[in-house]
């Protein structure tokens, strides 16, 4: 099991409403990501870190903002969150192993914005 | 986009059988990795395999790389229940951005 948590697990919220999606790792990985993913579909990289005070938009457009103050926190956050936004979203972060990178998932939150 | 995919989508197999995903990819890699995702959870790594690999065995799993035809398969043998789940490739470009690109995954169902 790998040491990466997030919060909260489900969360079902308003139109309009800002939310942050907690992800923290205890595991000291410089690298850390987020992924948006609708059931049973492929994962989108929407943020990428690289490091403290390092943040990288990914392949797919969201509205969505993130920060990295910690090595070990990487909240992200939706300033007004529509149903379009209703999706799974999948923190990792990732460890160089015999020269390669290898990704640790978090459990997942499962968004749904009525 | 997503540059990764697998094929085939779903699969059903009885339990014993031996079950095979395949995933194409477009760029040139520095490695490629298989993970397995259970209905709404996160996913595990399973394995990896370097761009100058062909082969690699863990336990019940088989991966082959080919690199000429930018692909690489999964080989589950002897399948249980508990395999049931979604299985994605995702691939480290050469590029040095540390990004991973996902396959489209494949459902795989074990009955007993």
């Known amino acids: 099991e790998a040491d990466i948590y997030q919060t909260p697990r489900y969360l079902v919220i308003g139109t309009g409403k800002k939310i942050t999606l907690e992800c923290s790792q205890t595991?000291?990985?410089?690298?850390m990501y987020w992924y948006q993913q609708d059931p049973g579909m492929e994962l989108h990289l929407i943020h990428y870190?690289?490091?403290?005070?390092?943040?990288e938009k990914g392949d797919l457009s969201s509205e969505s903002t993130v920060s990295r103050i910690r090595t070990e926190h990487f909240p992200l956050t939706l300033e007004s969150a529509r149903p379009s936004h209703t999706s799974q979203y999948l923190c990792?972060?990732?460890?160089?192993?015999?020269?390669?990178?290898?990704?640790?998932f978090g459990p997942g939150t499962r968004l749904t914005v009525t | 986009s997503q540059q990764g995919e697998e094929d085939p989508q779903a699969l059903s197999i009885q339990e014993g059988e031996n079950a095979t995903m395949n995933c194409s990819y477009k760029t040139s890699i520095n490695n490629l990795q298989w993970y397995r995702q259970n209905s709404g959870r996160g996913l595990v790594h399973l394995i990896l395999?370097?761009?100058?690999?062909r082969e690699k065995h863990s336990g019940r799993l088989r991966v082959t790389l080919d690199t000429s035809k930018k692909s690489s398969s999964l080989l589950i043998t002897a399948s249980r229940a508990a395999d049931t789940a979604s299985y994605f490739c995702?691939?480290?470009?050469?590029?040095?951005?540390?990004?991973?690109?996902f396959g489209t995954g494949t459902r795989l169902k074990v009955l007993a």
């Open positions: 395999i370097r761009s100058n690999e």
């Open positions: 995702a691939t480290v470009s050469t590029s040095g951005t540390y990004k991973y690109i």
């Open positions: 990792a972060s990732s460890v160089r192993l015999a020269g390669n990178y290898e990704q640790y």
């Open positions: 870190s690289y490091g403290v005070n390092s943040t």
């Open positions: 595991m000291g990985h410089d690298k």
